[in-house]
């Protein structure tokens, strides 16, 4: 009987020690309760957090051995951003990651962005382990075919400024936006977005696994992922990592991303064209117009298309998207001109311009956004899209 409650106490001993070994990871859906964040007439951002936040964790539950999952709330209550906060520093939790909903007065405004706090530590074990997991959510969003990247930012959110580990909020996509609405309160969209959630979990968990984050991994995630428009944060905590991008210079994320951004930059520019970008209507020819669907919403290709604009690599600005193709008269297109459609994903994306470097597009970028504020930069293989940095690649091995 001795021997056999021994056993038993050191059977329960080391089941306790092993599950006081895992990590704990506090997932926080926003809102709740009085509380329903945005909303339309059939839903609400608290109840597509919470339903996103509840698969999260099973699936960390199920793919990533040795996490343990704490929610801020699991129903419909309204925890306090102090209460929040206070239930993942008393845990000693390991990570924090706040799960909410966009909204914007611009039905087109469309896309996934995260945050991380401007009071990241600058060294140490801790350093860049918010920014990386922001920088993969992004990276995750795209994999899952979530099309547009409203990039990686620092802003005092409550949360992520007053929590004592890695956190990070994510804003998963716009209520305001009629698609996304659809996609972000079906069940298949909760299941697409918690599993891209999970994939940059599980490789933020590897990554960091050894301590301090690889600072190469760092810039080559900024670099591809960090949001080309960010505004500095507004901010009475200084931020001591701005990374902001200003019109006419590379993205500058610390001085070793400047270093890394500006040698790209220069590689880049030394192709840039002379041609002024003052005005939006830069593109003159017809030819240039990206290879898709005319502006007056037929399906004919453009008269000056021929083979040699199929296998070119160029930037274009994508405005929006829409469910059929614009007349060029249409008052959506404010003015703009030469403006095609390419159609994916069941819809068409609006884009303008025809730049040949990286430089150019973003100099035309900043004129489209005096129109359109959510625009951004998009890059193509003759008729397939790829990843801009992709894109500097192949036109900097054509030197």
């Known amino acids: 009987m001795y021997k056999r409650l021994t056993l038993m106490l050191a059977s329960l001993m080391l089941t306790f020690a ?45 793919d990533i051995p040795g996490v343990r999952i704490a929610y801020t709330r699991e129903r419909d209550i309204y925890p306090t951003l102090p209460e929040r906060c206070h239930m993942a520093n008393t845990r000693g939790a390991a990570l924090f990651l706040s799960i909410h909903v966009n909204e914007a007065p611009n039905t087109f405004a469309h896309g996934t962005e995260s945050y991380f706090a401007t009071n990241v530590p600058l060294s140490g074990s801790q350093a860049g382990k918010s920014e990386l997991l922001a920088l993969l959510l992004q990276r995750a969003y795209l994999e899952h075919g979530r099309g547009n990247s409203r990039g990686v930012k620092q802003r005092e959110w409550y949360v992520c400024e007053h929590t004592n580990m890695p956190s990070v909020l994510t804003e998963v996509g716009f209520l305001s936006n009629l698609e996304e609405e659809r996609f972000m309160a079906s069940k298949e969209g909760q299941r697409v977005l918690a599993r891209a959630i999970v994939d940059a979990l599980k490789q933020w968990r590897e990554i960091t696994k050894s301590g301090a984050v690889p600072r190469q991994k760092l810039r080559n995630l900024r ?36 270093d890394a951004q500006a040698k790209i930059e220069e590689t880049v520019a030394a192709k840039a064209q002379t041609e002024s970008t003052q005005n939006v209507d830069l593109v003159a020819d017809v030819a240039d117009t990206p290879p898709a669907e005319a502006s007056d919403g037929s399906s004919k290709q453009t008269d000056k298309k021929d083979e040699s604009v199929s296998s070119v690599t160029y930037f274009a600005i994508q405005i929006f998207s829409v469910s059929a193709p614009l007349k060029s008269t249409d008052a959506r297109l404010r003015g703009l001109k030469k403006v095609g459609f390419v159609k994916a994903d069941g819809r068409y994306k609006a884009l303008h311009g025809h730049a040949q470097t990286y430089a150019e597009a973003k100099k035309l970028l900043v004129e489209v956004r005096k129109l359109f504020p959510d625009a951004f930069i998009v890059a193509y293989d003759g008729d397939r899209q790829i990843p801009t940095s992709e894109a500097i690649s192949k036109l900097k091995s054509k030197k």
């Not at 709740?32 to 339903?51: A, V």
């Not at 507004?234 to 006419?248: E, G, L």
């Not at 210079?249 to 991303?257: H, N």
Request: hydrophobic letters at 35%; a positive charge.
């Open 18 to 62: 092993v599950y006081a070994a895992k990590d704990l990871w506090v997932i926080d859906p926003g809102h709740g309760g009085t509380d329903w964040g945005c909303r339309t007439r059939k839903n609400r951002e608290k109840d597509i957090t919470l339903s996103i936040a509840k698969e999260v964790g099973r699936l960390v539950k199920k």
């Open 223 to 258: 670099f591809q992922y960090f949001d080309p428009k960010k505004q500095a944060a507004k901010s009475s905590i200084a931020v001591r990592q701005q990374k902001a991008t200003d019109n006419s210079s590379a993205v500058a994320a610390g001085k070793a991303t400047a």
